[in-house]
């Protein structure tokens, strides 16, 4: 049966789902040394070190090797090895839910990362080089559920996550980004002027308590909200001269928020979106954004798409899933047109759906796209 090994939290072993025994907290202290450097030899000096400080008692030695024998006699079947100068503990790292946590993130899986976190690392142990983990592993964490309500408001999920960012805010009224973060929340649930209330007072507290003011990213933010555009952009390429589709597609095409055109090449695919968008650039004044998706990376379209709408390259944040969120939040309150031509496939289109059925989305592709039409309600045209 496979042990597990759990630090994020009050630190504890299983044995499937049973609590192994492992001796008091020095023991365990030892046990948690050899985890965070997993498969790796740490020396005899760095574990009285981490694990008594840097004045270890005459003692400790004789009781680190008696606390080695107790903890292989505990973890029947997970070797402590002796090696030169040190000890290594031999497991599967995935089996660590440290070193998992820290693979999650790395492949973006920032939730799941999350979710392993059960309290504050290494709780109930005591030490300098423990305090000092906590505080390292404080930072990672808080970065993983940032990222991760990034992906959530990119999702969609505005209304679910104000109780949640408001207790964050109260906990840290001077991160930015998560001050953009419950900003975008209530303007995708229509809280428009919660959101203007919450950016002036940080505001105020930043200059009171720091001399700053806002940075680009939340004064573009605050800007969305209080100042129509300077331009509305006009991306549409002209309409076709020889368009020849029916009156049911187009008719077709004035159902529901998003709409799919999809058939082999040489259907006249993007001729129907471009005379329909042409017919109907009068019903969305703010703007019609155009891009032809052939080989394109969507992150870098949204960033051309953020860009088109008026902001500095300065107010774009460089992780992927907070510029989707931003592109969202600036069309929040907009009646836009978007033509997405010559789609690849659904995970292709989907970080460039507005958050809002205000704008209208008309996708055209070889592909049927499935995705689209199950998962985001899309109209399917089919030439």
């Known amino acids: 049966m496979t042990h597990t090994f759990h630090v994020l939290g009050t630190p504890e072993v299983r044995r499937g789902t049973a609590v192994v025994e492992v001796g008091h907290a020095r023991q365990l202290s030892v046990l948690a040394v050899l985890l965070v450097d997993v498969n790796q030899v740490v020396s005899v000096d760095k574990l009285l070190s981490r694990v008594w400080g840097d004045a270890p008692p005459r003692q400790a030695k004789a009781a680190l090797y008696s606390y080695m024998s107790r903890l292989r006699t505990a973890l029947d079947g997970i070797p402590i090895v002796r090696r030169s100068g040190g000890y290594v503990l031999e497991a599967d790292p995935e089996t660590v839910d440290l070193h998992r946590f820290r693979a999650l993130v790395a492949d973006g899986n920032h939730g799941e990362a999350v979710a392993l976190v059960r309290g504050e690392p290494f709780e109930g142990l005591h030490g300098a080089w423990f305090d000092g983990l906590r505080e390292t592993l404080a930072g990672e964490i808080t970065a993983a559920e940032l990222d991760h309500t990034d992906a959530r408001l990119a999702a969609g999920e505005h209304r679910t996550l104000i109780a949640e960012l408001t207790a964050r805010t109260t906990e840290r009224p001077l991160d930015e980004r998560l001050a953009a973060q419950l900003m975008r929340a209530l303007i995708g649930a229509d809280q428009r002027q919660e959101a203007l209330a919450h950016y002036s007072q940080l505001r105020h507290r930043l200059a009171d308590e720091l001399g700053l003011d806002p940075g680009p990213a939340l004064r573009d933010l605050h800007a969305s909200l209080t100042q129509r555009p300077q331009w509305s952009p006009r991306q549409l390429p002209p309409p076709p001269s020889d368009f020849t589709g029916t009156e049911a597609q187009l008719a077709a095409l004035d159902e529901g ?77 907009r009646r836009m047109l978007i033509v997405l031509d010559n789609a690849a496939d659904t995970a292709q289109v989907v970080p460039l759906l507005p958050g809002t059925p205000r704008c209208r989305v008309v996708v055209t592709s070889r592909e049927r796209l499935p995705g689209l039409v199950t998962a985001h309600g899309a109209r399917p045209v089919v030439l």
């Open 257 to 333: 928020p998003i709409v799919t055109i999809t058939g082999p090449a040489g259907t006249g695919k993007t001729r129907l979106a471009l005379h329909w968008a042409h017919a109907h650039a009068a019903d969305y004044p703010d703007g019609q954004l155009f891009v032809d998706l052939n080989g394109s990376d969507p992150s870098d379209v949204v960033r051309e798409f953020i860009t088109a709408l008026g902001t500095a390259p300065d107010g774009i944040p460089p992780e992927p899933h907070a510029q989707t969120a931003l592109y969202r939040t600036l069309l929040a309150n």
